[in-house]
C-alpha cells in the first residue's frame, strides 16, 4: 500500500546472477515497480574471508560431496541484519528439502512479515549449526530434492508477493482459490469453519469450442446457484485429485447437502 515500507527479501546464494530473470515478469514485477516489495541478492562469495573465498569443505565423518560452511553464512546473515531497515518481524529462512514443508498457511503467515532474509543451499546441503542457531525457518517446497534453494526461494517470494495487499489488481481474487476457505456467504448461517479445497473450474470465451460446451448454468446469471455449483464442483476437483486435504467426515452438512444436488450444468 503506498505510504507503508515494502516488505524486503535478502536472499544469500552462492548464483546471484540466477536471480537475473525471475523477478522481470508480471506480478513480482509489478510489485517492485510500486515499490510493495524490495529483493537484494547476496553473493555468498562476499562473506569469505580466505583467497579463494571458500564457502564449502567436505562432511565430518564422511560421504559423498559438499556442505557450506556456517562462517560465511552467519557473517552474511549479521551483515544484513545489522543494517537498519527499520523494520521487525525479521525471519531467516533456510531453505531445504528437510523443512516444514510450505502450505498456503505458511505463506498468509510470512506475508506478516516485512522483512525475510532467504538461504538457499547448495551441494549437500548446509551445516546444521546454521539450521540450528541462524535460521528461524527450515521450510520445504516440497517432497523432492532441488539441487539449490535458489529455484524454491524464488517459489516462496513469488507465493508471497501475490499475497501482499495491492498487487493483486482485485483483492478479492485470492479468496476463492486453491487452499483458501470459502467465503461465508457460499453457506450463509451455516456457522461452522469450511474446509479448504482446490479452485473451482473455470471457464471463458467462447462458449462452444470445437464442440465442447462451457456448463450453461454459468451462462445464466444465476449468481447464487453459480456460487454453490462452484464450491460443490472444487468439492469434487479435491475429492478425486486431493482426497488428503478434505476427509468426507470432515464435510460440513451444507457441503454434504451440495455434493448430493442436481445441477443443470
Ligand atoms: N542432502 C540434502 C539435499 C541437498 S540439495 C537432503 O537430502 O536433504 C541442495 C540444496 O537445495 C539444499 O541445501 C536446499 O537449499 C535446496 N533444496 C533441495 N530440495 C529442496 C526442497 N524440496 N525445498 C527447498 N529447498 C530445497
Avoid at 508480471?26 to 562469495?45: E, F, T
Avoid at 562476499?46 to 560465511?72: A, C
Avoid at 499475497?163 to 487452499?179: A, D, K, Q, T, W
Avoid at 472444487?234 to 444436488?261: F, H, I, M, Q, W
Wanted: proline share 6%; aromatic share 6%.
Amino acid at each position: 500500500m503506498p505510504g507503508t515500507t515494502p516488505l524486503r527479501f535478502d536472499i544469500i546464494t552462492i548464483f546471484p546472477e540466477f536471480f537475473q530473470g525471475p523477478f522481470e515478469f508480471g506480478m513480482v514485477r509489478q510489485a517492485l515497480k510500486k515499490n510493495l516489495i524490495s529483493i537484494a541478492i547476496h553473493n555468498l562469495r562476499d562473506h569469505t574471508s580466505d583467497r579463494h573465498r571458500t564457502v564449502d569443505d567436505r562432511p565430518f565423518g564422511g560421504g559423498e560431496g559438499m556442505v557450506l560452511k556456517p562462517e560465511p553464512l552467519f557473517r552474511a546473515v549479521n551483515s544484513i541484519a545489522s543494517q537498519d531497515f527499520s523494520l521487525p518481524a525479521c525471519r531467516t529462512i533456510l531453505l531445504s528439502a528437510q523443512g516444514r514443508r510450505l502450505t498456503q498457511d505458511t505463506v498468509r503467515e510470512l506475508t506478516d512479515c516485512r522483512h525475510l532474509i532467504l538461504i538457499c543451499g547448495r551441494y549437500e546441503g548446509v551445516d546444521e549449526r546454521v539450521t540450528d542457531h541462524l535460521a528461524t525457518d527450515e521450510v520445504s517446497i516440497g517432497d523432492f530434492v532441488l539441487s539449490g534453494g535458489e529455484l524454491a526461494a524464488c517459489v516462496l517470494i513469488d507465493c508471497i508477493v501475490r499475497m501482499v495487499p495491492g498487487v493483486l489488481h482485485n483483492c478479492r481474487s485470492n479468496l476463492n482459490e486453491s487452499f483458501s476457505r470459502p467465503s461465508a456467504a457460499t453457506h450463509p448461517g451455516d456457522g461452522i469453519q469450511e474446509p479448504a479445497t482446490l479452485d473451482h473450474p473455470q471457464y471463458t470465451r467462447p462458449e462452444n469450442f470445437q464442440g465442447l460446451d462451457v456448463p450453461p448454468l454459468l451462462l445464466s446469471g444465476d449468481h447464487q446457484k453459480i456460487k454453490l455449483w462452484r464450491r460443490r464442483k472444487a468439492l469434487e476437483k479435491t475429492l478425486r485429485n486431493r482426497p488428503d486435504l478434505l476427509e468426507y467426515g470432515c464435510l460440513s452438512e451444507a457441503d454434504k447437502r451440495l455434493l448430493k444436488t442436481e445441477f443443470e450444468g
